[in-house]
C-alpha cells in the first residue's frame, strides 16, 4: 500500500503517515464519505493535531478525531482511522503507516 502518496503528514507524536490516492478515492465514493471531498485540509489536520486513541482489539489500528465547527449536515467531527504497519527496504525496518479511511461523525 506504499505506493502512490498523495501526501504524508507527521502526527502529535512524530509518526508519519501517508494518504495514497487509492485510499482518497475510496474516502469520497458515493457509497463512503463523499462529503469528506471538501475536507481535506481538515483530515490532515486531525492526523497532525487529533484526539488519538488506540483500538483495542488491534493495537496497530488507531482511531484520530478532531472537533470542527464548518462540517456538513450536524457532523461535529472528524475521524481518521490508521494502521501503523512496518516494512523493509535495502534492509532496514521502516514505518509504514497509513490512513485507510476518513468520515464524519456528530458526537456529543
Known sequence: MQSDKRWTINDGYSNSIYLTQERWEHIVEAINHPEMIDYEEELKETVHSGK??????????????????????????????????FGERAGEIISNNYIVTAFQKEIG
Open 52 to 85: 488519538r486513541v488506540q483500538d483495542s482489539i488491534n493495537p496497530r489500528k488507531y482511531r484520530y478525531s478532531k472537533m470542527f465547527d464548518n462540517l456538513a449536515e450536524y457532523n461535529t467531527h472528524i475521524v481518521v482511522i490508521v494502521l501503523f504497519r
